[in-house]
């Protein structure tokens, strides 16, 4: 079994952002040793990346815990526990094997779930059938309506049908997608509802509606996690369409492989480990079944005091910077969600049952923040490489809306004190940046942002 030595590197970190790239290993050891063990073996026998291994067992976790565990940071601040997640790499890395693997305990759940749903909707069925007096079929169909889709999970879906999930599966749902670019290019592609506004909102819980003609469906607490890869070459396509500058990709924790080698097909099989792997998540299943829906959980106080000096150290590092702020300040929102996920992920049956976070997890949470931090950052450097702009120009660049007008850039431009009549001509037609694919012009005087 591997150390927990990988976790002290972490502890001796001063500044994160001076680390770029010096420690690309999740610290597994943060697992309880049943899961760690596992993971290490379905490593070792499939060729699994632990990276990858990590945040999808994360994710899975959030996912089974779900609307059972909300956190009360402090008076008008509480979140779901929810993650969204997203793995780097080549399809040589297996990535969505991997993910598959982890939401196993899942893909279970919702099989049973499927298959209890088919017996009751034939039952309802037959019970409607045997009423012929339409005032009493009437009756039954509002006191009885149709049984709903029960789901943990779910792939491409519209607003609409999104809503009917989540009203008829109040734990919360898991949207999966191997390839996670496949689900966001897919928004808006029914109708213009604004989908990416609709899934930010979602990130935060916040109560969501569909009104029809004949149809008002309201979602106090919406549940979702997500899960997706994506390949280093398509990075540049995930964060286009301005979705950095409204701060939709600042909610996804990535991760890169631990290594980019190919791994060697080894001939040892590992069903041990993968069963080990499915039992112990369903004890969480089981565990938050045993919790009411939408019960807080609190803080206790020496849990608090260290989220609250991670906070500041964050906040300290980010020096100013809108982009390290919003990247800092959705890590700090993750603190809390991963602390209750350690609580469970751990079995802790005597916090959970007093519906508190302990400081052992909050660590546990702090130190896996500084893992994705390090991610982050080589994902945000890499999709800014294929920027070709520097210094105040890419500063510039980044400060403007998705939509912007001329006037929009000029007074950046100004307040930069730098020429105007040189930020105008890289908009005009033939200018430098609709050359390079930066822009486009989608009115007269008013532009897009394309990366």
């Known amino acids: 079994m591997e150390s927990l030595n990988n976790i002290h590197d972490f502890e001796n970190i001063s500044n994160p952002l001076q680390t770029i790239g010096k420690i690309n290993k999740f610290p597994i050891g943060l697992f309880p040793s049943p899961i760690e063990n596992a993971l290490i073996t379905i490593n070792h026998s499939l060729g699994f990346d632990k990276n990858y291994l990590a945040l999808g067992a994360l994710t899975t976790t959030s996912a089974l815990i779900g609307n059972h565990g909300h956190i009360k940071v402090k008076d008008g601040w509480v979140t779901p526990c929810n993650i969204w997640g997203i793995v780097i790499g080549s399809s040589s890395l297996k990535k969505s094997p991997t993910l598959k693997m982890c939401t196993s305990p899942l893909s279970r759940l919702n099989q049973k779930a499927h298959e209890e749903y088919e017996k009751d909707l034939e039952k309802w069925k037959l019970d409607l059938a045997d009423i012929e007096d339409k005032q009493e079929r009437e009756r039954f169909l509002i006191e009885h309506p149709e049984p709903g889709v029960k789901q943990f999970i779910i792939k491409d879906i519209n607003q609409e049908a999104l809503v009917k999930r989540f009203k008829d599966n109040p734990r919360g749902l898991l949207l999966f997608n191997s390839e996670i670019l496949g689900w966001i290019n897919s928004m808006d592609r029914y109708s213009k509802a604004g989908d990416q506004q609709y899934y930010l909102s ?11 003609a004949k149809t008002h469906i309201c979602v106090q607490h919406p549940f979702l996690s997500v899960l997706g890869g994506v390949q280093p070459s398509k990075l540049h396509d995930l964060f286009g369409e301005g979705r950095k500058d409204d701060g939709f990709m600042y909610r996804f924790l990535f991760t890169f492989p631990e290594s980019n ?38 803080l206790n106080p020496n849990a608090f005091e260290l989220m609250a000096q991670k906070h500041d150290e964050l906040l300290r590092q980010a020096k100013g910077s809108e982009h390290l702020n919003s990247l800092h300040g959705k890590l700090i929102g993750y603190l809390p969600k991963l602390a209750l ?60 809306p998705i939509e912007f007008r001329t006037q929009n850039l000029l007074e950046l431009v100004q307040a930069h004190h730098l020429p105007s009549r040189n930020y105008e001509r890289k908009i005009g037609k033939g200018g430098s940046w609709i050359k390079e694919g930066l822009v486009k012009a989608i009115s007269r005087g008013i532009y897009k942002k394309l990366k």
């Open 202 to 212: 979602l990130f935060d819980g916040d109560t969501i509606n569909v009104d029809r």
């Open 341 to 400: 996920n350690y609580e469970f992920l751990h079995l802790n049956h005597h916090n959970i049952q007093k519906r508190e976070i302990s400081l052992e997890a909050m660590n546990r949470a702090v130190l896996t923040i500084d893992f994705f931090l390090l991610q982050a950052n080589r994902a945000y450097a890499e999709v800014n490489s294929k920027i070709n702009l520097q210094g105040e120009e890419l500063e510039i660049y980044h400060a403007l």
């Open 261 to 298: 080698d190919f791994t060697k097909l080894n001939k040892n099989n590992c069903p041990e480990a993968l069963e080990v792997y499915k039992e112990y998540l369903s004890q969480i299943d089981h565990i938050s079944r045993t919790i009411d829906l939408f019960t807080p959980f609190s």
